[in-house]
């Protein structure tokens, strides 16, 4: 049985990871034959001819959903696909209750543990439209019914209004929306237990009330998000969300919260050397860590104001902004002229998901999705199951939380056809967290390695250690190995494993991973500091596919000569993404 080590204090990190490979697959397009329930319309039928999905998500495991519009011989539907299959059907009630007929969905969320939630109006068996929150075939909440029971409101309210909503792998839900007896918009954070029962509601900001940073009794808050890209959940329940009050000066007047605390303000320094612009629309995106991304408007001139800007470990900087080169883009130079619009996403490795524009006089290949600062998809260049991809949807795209998969609404040759594509990025063995100074910090007792050696902090001998991996990411494979090089000759070390990033400097060493930290295997190392586990990885780490986990080996040099006397030190860091 693993045993959890008595390890506390989190600090952010800044992780490094090697570009990995991708394929690219057509999921469902137009004119596909979905039998009973007609076949898919070019174009979606929601108006634009290189579009074939309204919304769409993708999560850790490479399971996706997407909501589409077919043509049944008679009239236009729209339908809700999962996997491939036909879970829902308008004016139907397939996926719901007897009697409950599907009419359109306002978004749908497909969490880490395969769960789908969807906002949607539906008719009662009382033919009453209403919106409700589905989750699997479940009705978890309902305007007119599901008791609100927030502390400002009366006793008997019930939820009126369910404009949006956020969903977390953990339970929780960010919403927007108001009771019967109180028709101010409020934002709350309500979490459910296992079988999907209401177990507290939470105010978080209500219009009319003041939120955290107002500056005197008139800065109430007038405006709400409108959109679920302008708010965020994580699975530790941090979250960010925008406030417009009612500052007489209408240029201080718009806010981004991370919680309770202010990240942006209107007429505040941004780090383009400008200052923020109105944050009504800025998509934003928090990880697991407490790391995030906002696309935002600045006062910088009008070819380069906006922006994605990046908090990681509380350093905020510039991504990218407009004006910039678009990364990896082939006969330039370019400058990009508009991004986003849509999900901006932050991978648990730190790579950035975002869509570009720029100044090409060819405007066939002016657009691409981007996964850092590689682009994924871009018109006129990608090839999908051999059809040239002729547009990059601005809106319709999502990343997994891992960032190994990636869901993409494009226009495919020929111009009567769209598709929604999905990438698949090959299993990543990430080196990261360095000891060095400048990956993770500083070393302990200014016992930093070289920068660029690969290695954790120095170790007696003058130099650190480096851990590797050999073998597949397949769990059902199960044969990863780790082998660990440059540490003590005829010492004891131990494979420890994490569910998420942190840099604790610990020991000789820093360490890299918690939440919990794992024992996984010990290895003893011979006569030239070298070691590799002969165990079983999945076992021993209880990990399962779609899972991200976070190795470093942890090694005894003995205190009498080691850097700073503490008897241990640290490997590098690895990330697995495990299959």
Not at 438 to 466: F, R
Request: aromatic share 8%; with cysteine; proline share 4%.
């Amino acid at each position: 049985m693993n045993k959890s080590l008595a390890i506390f204090g989190v600090a952010a990190l800044a992780a490094s990871t090697a570009q990995a490979q991708f394929t690219t697959q057509v999921v469902l397009k137009s004119g596909d034959n979905l039998g009973a329930y007609g076949t898919i319309i070019d174009g979606g039928g929601f108006g634009n001819e290189a579009s074939v999905v309204q919304t769409c998500d993708v999560n850790d495991s490479g399971n996706w959903v997407a909501e589409v519009r077919s043509n049944d011989g008679v009239s236009n539907n729209d339908l809700i696909m999962r996997d491939g299959t036909v879970i829902l059907y308008h004016d139907s009630d397939l996926g719901l209750p007897t009697g409950w007929n599907y009419e359109y969905v306002d978004n749908l969320l497909l969490n880490n543990n395969n769960e789908l939630y969807i906002t949607m109006d539906a008719t009662d068996t009382l033919a009453v439209q209403k919106t409700i929150v589905w989750k699997d075939g479940a009705i978890i909440m309902e305007e007119g019914v599901t008791p609100c029971t927030l502390a400002d409101e009366a006793a008997g309210a019930v939820w009126a209004n369910i404009s949006e909503i956020q969903i977390n792998d953990s339970n929780q839900m960010l919403l927007v929306g108001n009771s019967d007896l109180d028709s101010n918009t409020c934002i709350a954070l309500i979490e459910f237990d296992a079988s999907n029962a209401i177990v507290s509601q939470t105010l978080i900001g209500r219009r009319g009330q003041l939120h955290p940073a107002s500056g005197s009794a008139a800065e109430t808050i007038n405006v709400l998000p409108s959109n679920h890209l302008y708010m965020s959940l994580n699975n530790v329940g941090d979250y960010m969300w925008f406030v417009d009050d009612n500052n007489p000066t209408n240029a201080l007047d718009s806010y981004i919260y991370k919680n309770s605390t202010v990240v942006a303000h209107e007429s505040d320094s941004s780090p383009n050397a400008a200052t923020y612009a109105h944050l009504s629309s800025a998509e934003v995106h928090v990880r697991d860590n407490g790391d995030y991304v906002m696309v935002t408007n600045t006062t910088a001139p009008s070819n380069a104001n906006y922006i994605i800007v990046q908090n990681i470990g509380g350093v905020e900087s510039v991504f990218i902004a407009e004006g910039d080169a678009p990364p990896g883009i082939a006969g330039g130079p370019f400058a990009l002229t508009a991004m986003s619009n849509g999900p901006c996403r932050i991978s648990t490795s730190g790579d950035i998901f975002w869509w570009g524009d720029w100044d090409d006089a060819d405007t066939t290949k002016d657009t691409a999705v981007f996964r850092g600062n590689t682009p994924i998809l871009q018109e006129g260049v990608s090839i999908v199951d051999g059809l040239l991809v002729f547009d990059v949807d601005n809106g319709e795209r999502d990343m997994s939380d891992n960032g190994r998969y990636i869901v993409q609404d494009c226009g495919l040759i020929d111009t009567n056809q769209a598709g929604l594509v999905l990438v698949s990025f090959s299993p990543e063995t990430a080196s990261l967290c360095f000891g060095d100074g400048v990956s993770a910090g500083p070393c302990p007792c200014i016992n930093e390695s070289t920068v660029g050696a690969g290695e954790g902090c120095k170790n007696s001998l003058g130099y650190g250690a480096i851990l590797t991996a050999s073998g597949s990411a397949v769990v059902a494979n199960d044969d990863i190995v780790f082998t660990t090089t440059q540490a003590i000759p005829g010492q004891t070390s131990l494979l420890v494993q994490g569910n998420a990033l942190q840099t604790l400097p610990f020991k000789d060493g820093i360490l890299c991973m918690g939440n919990p930290t794992e024992r996984v295997e010990v290895v003893t190392l011979d006569g030239s500091g070298a070691g590799s586990t002969v165990g079983s990885v999945v076992t021993n780490g209880n990990v399962l596919p779609g899972q991200t986990r976070y190795y470093q080996q942890w090694y005894r040099n003995p205190g009498g000569v080691s850097p700073c006397g503490t008897g241990s030190n640290f490997t590098n860091a690895l990330q697995i993404d495990w299959l």
